[in-house]
């Protein structure tokens, strides 16, 4: 689940503790995109626009920033700005995703996104690796 720092400073964001993975390799909203686009279906470049766009396109939008918030570890101001939204949006997207994974088929979706986007964190870290070592040009 999401969280926010209800601290002193409460208008900043903090990751979740629960998160699986921290990266800011670059190309992280770019590989949500289009695992996102391809789970739901929807045209190249759907998320990215600034209207609301139909009632699937934003249900998506929601869903990928919850997963970089959530699985990839993001501050929620930093989820937001990858699908060019505030953190205000991102929050209300955590809780919207958070309240549909209720339903099976939702979930589904939504497990199958972390799973692709898992193993290409996995396979990304063992080319860094492979690259420090001087094993990949």
């Given at each position: 689940m999401y969280a926010l720092n209800s601290g002193k400073d409460a208008g900043e964001d903090v990751a979740p503790s629960s998160a699986r993975w921290s990266t800011d390799l670059p190309g992280d909203g770019e590989l949500i995109e289009q695992v996102v686009l391809r789970?739901?279906?929807l045209p190249v470049r759907s998320l990215l626009s600034p209207r609301r766009g139909r009632a699937n396109i934003?249900?998506?939008?929601q869903v990928a920033i919850y997963i970089?918030?959530?699985h990839l570890g993001m501050t929620l101001t930093r989820a937001a700005s990858?699908?060019?939204?505030?953190?205000t949006t991102a929050a209300y997207a955590c809780r919207i995703v958070e309240d549909r994974r209720d339903q099976r088929l939702i979930d589904r979706k939504i497990e199958s996104i972390e799973q692709a986007l898992s193993r290409c964190c996995?396979?990304?870290a063992r080319d860094i690796r492979a690259r420090?070592?001087?094993e990949l040009q």
């Open positions: 789970t739901f279906e934003a249900f998506a939008r970089a918030h959530v990858l699908f060019g939204r505030d953190r996995v396979v990304a420090r070592r001087g």
